[in-house]
């Protein structure tokens, strides 16, 4: 069985001693209770953290992820942070693709392949966010749009290369919205996802990709995520800021 993956998108959230604090309590917490969670953890700390948030999770089971990468290796591009950059602090695993980032700061598809490429040379995990829009669903035309994200996006790229990627399928209605999906909804979307992975990579690496719902997930309905059979664990905004929640949401 595939351990369930639960990572935290901290967003824009968190200062310094709001995230270091998290962290050391949430480290002594897991460790105290001694429940068998069976769960990877990723935090994704802001940029300013993630040296400290490494270095406090080192030698823990529990990992750290960036929230985004500029797609250029080195040069003038003011205020950006490249993949070397991160790499050389330690950081390994990055979230791509994600909605608000699509949104606010325009990144098309063109520009997410050049940020994959430039990840995977650099040997990041990627975590890449796919998901339709409330009209589009309305219009029924959610799994057309996600065979279209996967098409312009991360079916560039090598069953070898595949290996590196975990799929978090956000619908866009769900995210910070408070009304999530129903787990019906996911589970059938997870399952048309891992069926298009199948169709291009075959069975192997569509039932070893790890498909991860994101948008609204809370302590109540985790559970009920992480039970069905295409749900491989959850991207977390809100519910993961407050550690008691977050940590409801790992032993679910
Ligand atoms: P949410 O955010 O849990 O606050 O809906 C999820 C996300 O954006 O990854």
Redesign the pocket.
């Known amino acids: 069985m595939k351990k369930k993956i639960v ?1 935290a ?1 901290w ?1 824009m959230n968190h200062d310094f001693h709001e995230t270091t604090s998290f962290l050391r309590n949430l480290l002594k917490k897991i460790f105290e209770q001694k429940i068998n969670h069976n769960k990877e953890i990723i935090i994704a700390p802001s940029f300013p953290f993630l040296h400290i948030s490494n270095h406090i999770l080192q030698g823990s089971p529990l990992k750290i992820a960036a929230q985004n990468i500029h797609q250029m290796d080195k040069g003038s591009y003011t205020g950006e942070v490249s993949a070397s950059m991160l790499k050389s602090i330690g950081i390994s695993k990055v ?1 791509l693709g ?3 980032r699509r949104k606010f700061f325009c990144e098309k598809n063109n520009i997410l392949l050049e940020k994959i490429k430039i990840a995977l040379k650099y040997g990041f995990n990627i975590i890449f ?1 796919i998901g339709e829009t409330y009209f589009e669903r309305n219009k029924n035309q959610q799994f057309n749009v996600i065979k279209d994200q996967l098409k312009h996006t991360v079916f560039h790229f090598s069953e070898n290369e595949i290996k590196f990627f975990h799929i ?1 399928y ?1 619908p866009i209605w ?5 009304k ?1 999906a129903t787990y019906q909804q996911a589970q059938k979307m997870h399952e048309f996802i891992r069926s298009l992975f199948l169709k291009k990579y075959g069975e192997n690496i569509s039932n070893k990709i790890s498909i991860l719902y ?5 302590n109540f309905n985790a559970k009920d995520f992480f039970l069905q059979k295409d749900i491989d664990g ?7 800021l407050n550690l008691e929640n977050f940590l409801k949401i790992i032993y679910s």
């Open positions: 990572i998108n967003k979230i994600h909605s608000e966010c978090a956000e769900a995210i910070g919205t408070g999530s994101g948008g609204s997930i809370n959850g991207l977390i905004g809100n519910f993961s």
